[in-house]
């Protein structure tokens, strides 16, 4: 079947178009000055981005100092929730744990609403400062909760104690729903925004921009680090009140970090809503389909011909060869009339490559949930487990349980200037890739690890549940688990974090990051029904897998089921990746450097 051919109608602001056969000439199409960038962004003032005093290693610091301080305040009270439920909330260990998950849960899957608001209204700065300002009054919240008699239980003086009131838990819940809100709204923008400082158009800052996704996931558990060290210790030590103020003062800290790079960044303006421009394709798509149309043998398909697309702010995208009955959007069947139609009727191709370009990631999204479950444990399952071994170093001090996620912390800080120093360098010498190995080889090596890791959990709970005394198992024990979830993650994690920038169009790049980031949020909501499904069908909180006394549950057995469910994950993502076929292999047709050739040859056609 023959490729469609694409028509490239005149934007101009005269009411006389250009007629067939009229050579084409557009000063937006004139070079871009090798000083300026060439990825659309701005400047503080509204002026073009200037390379040499905007964006890069000038503006990213301030950034991935912003994330350190953010991720501080969410890993101190992630890890140590459960214990502040169940101690001072008088829940169940399983209900604690369920809480947490479903709050964590909420907090990634809101990543969508933060990242519909940047791309269509706000844009990822202003969408940063918004919610992190939300973010503070729920951390103020949190620590009144924590500092008022009347917020909480009273002291257990008598079995059984008193639990919790419908108020004191709503005001709780209050403060956590809008600590996730401001989760939501930052988490999908800040990677995204520090990955706009970087042009893709100059080799050498497109190269910056992968060693910028690496050191930003530094950034996160450095301050997961201190989280789950410095300011866990500090709550033992000092009280609730403690270990919650400190991480409000940081967060507050944070926002004046990231204020202070203001005039260094490079700003990408608000596209409008992707979302729409999805519905305007399928239902123009549909429409289309149904009044008889069909792609192939010579149809033409529409797009405007000025330098940028139809999306404000967004540059064109070449036609592929994918998901053709999509391109019945762009069919033009009267190009006489190409520029008064609805775009609900007649999509550019652009547009059409945009949703393309988004259902093309999906199954490789879908392929690495499963990840997120394992994961989960960390602040969950690990923890508990913590809680009731032997924690001491030495005569004198004794390890919080909360802080036991620092194994995993420090693998990562270990392990990616390792890998970026030394390892990318090898592997590009041996493999001729640009970043030693693919995005999807990451993502891989990160889901195999995965399984080792909770298969070294249940093997580990076994032992600890069989000893004569399992309160005299020392923690340490938990090292492989949480030190290999910990490799999994940096290989994963950042892997996620290239490839969905790589594939995502430049009025897609937040929503693209916020589903990357829901999967941890599907993760946790998956824990908690597969907790409730694992604890029901084996008997329940008294007789069950999972029970509220560890000592007496099943524990290794829930790690097995979790072990099975990432290995059977990992087989279902090699399928996918083998067939991956990504933006630049999807089988591009017309380009934009043909546009001026198609011009001068007479194929431009009428437009506004």
């Known amino acids: 079947m023959d490729e469609p051919s694409v028509i490239f109608p005149v934007q101009s602001s005269m009411t006389t178009a250009n007629q067939p056969g009229q050579k084409y000439e557009h000063k937006e199409c004139g070079a871009v000055p090798s000083n300026l960038v060439t ?26 100092v912003n994330e350190v301080a953010e991720r501080l305040a969410f890993f101190a009270i992630a890890v140590n929730m459960v214990a502040y439920l169940v101690i ?95 989760t939501g709204g930052i988490k999908p923008c800040v990677s995204s925004f520090g990955a706009d400082q970087f042009d893709e158009s100059d080799p050498r800052e497109a190269h910056n921009k ?43 800290f944070s926002v004046v970090i990231l204020i202070a790079g203001a005039r260094y960044y490079r700003y990408q303006k608000p596209m409008g809503s992707p979302f729409t421009r999805f519905f305007q394709v399928i239902v123009a798509a549909t429409r289309n389909h149904f009044g008889g149309v069909k792609v192939g043998n010579g149809t033409v398909l529409y797009e405007v011909r000025t330098r940028e697309s139809s999306i404000k702010g967004a540059r064109k995208l070449a036609h592929t060869k994918q998901y053709r009955f999509l391109d019945k959007a762009a069919a033009l069947t009267d190009p006489e009339n190409a520029n008064t139609g609805s775009p609900w009727r007649l999509c550019t191709v652009t547009q059409v490559e945009e949703l393309k ?53 420090i693998n990562a800080l270990v392990l990616v200037p390792i890998y970026e120093k030394w390892i990318v360098p090898f592997l590009r010498w041996r493999t001729g890739h640009r970043r030693g190995i693919s995005s999807l080889q990451r993502m891989g090596l990160g889901l195999i690890i995965s399984v080792i890791a909770m298969a070294s959990g249940a093997l580990v709970e076994r032992n600890r549940r069989n000893d004569p005394n399992p309160r005299a198992v020392s923690v340490f024990w938990l090292f492989p688990q949480i030190f290999l979830m910990g490799m999994a993650e940096v290989f994963t994690y950042v892997g996620q974090l290239e490839f969905f920038y790589d594939e995502a169009t430049d009025g897609t790049r937040s929503i693209s ?78 380009t934009d450097e043909s546009l001026v050739e198609m011009g001068s040859q007479g194929r431009v056609q009428n437009g506004n």
């Not at 503080?44 to 964006?55: F, N």
């Not at 996704?213 to 009140?241: C, H, P, R, S």
């Not at 259902?359 to 392929?367: F, G, M, Y």
């Not at 009731?388 to 194994?407: L, N, Q, T």
């Open 39 to 64: 990825n659309g962004c701005i400047d503080i003032w509204g002026r073009i981005a200037d390379k040499q005093t905007t964006g890069g290693w000038k503006a990213s610091p301030f950034i991935i």
């Open 88 to 182: 001072e909330m008088r829940q169940s260990l399983p209900t604690a744990v369920t809480h947490v998950s479903d709050w964590i849960g909420a907090a990634y899957i809101l990543t969508l609403l933060g990242a519909f608001l940047a791309d269509s209204y706000l844009g990822r700065f202003r969408t940063i400062i918004s919610f992190s300002c939300i973010y503070a009054v729920g951390m103020v919240l949190l620590t009144l909760s924590a500092s008022i008699d009347g917020l909480r239980p009273a002291p257990c003086t008598a079995r059984p104690c008193p639990k919790a009131t419908s108020g004191q838990t709503a005001f709780l819940y209050a403060a956590l729903a809008l600590i996730a809100l401001g």
């Open 210 to 252: 992968y060693a910028f996704f690496n050191w930003f996931f530094f950034a996160i558990n450095m301050g997961a680090l201190f989280g789950i060290t410095v300011l866990v210790y500090l709550q033992d030590e000092k009280g609730w009140v403690w270990g919650f103020a400190v991480p409000t003062a940081t967060m507050m």
């Open 357 to 409: 370009s988004f259902i093309r990631v999906l199954p490789i999204w879908a392929s690495t949930i499963a990840l997120a479950i394992s994961f989960s444990q960390n602040s969950t399952f690990f923890v508990s487990q913590a809680a009731i071994m032997d924690r001491s170093i030495g005569p004198h001090f004794k390890i919080p349980a909360g802080s036991v996620p620092v194994f995993g912390a």
């Open 513 to 590: 990051s916020a589903m990357f980031l829901c999967e941890f949020g599907i993760g946790s909501w998956l824990n908690t029904a597969l907790i409730k499904i694992v604890g029901g069908t084996t008997g329940g909180e008294q007789k069950g897998w999972l029970r509220n006394d560890l000592n007496s549950s099943r524990l290794d057995y829930y790690y097995w089921v979790l072990t099975g469910i990432s290995a059977a994950n990992f087989f279902v993502y090699l399928w996918i990746a083998c067939r991956y076929k990504g933006k630049s292999a999807a089988g591009a047709g017309v």
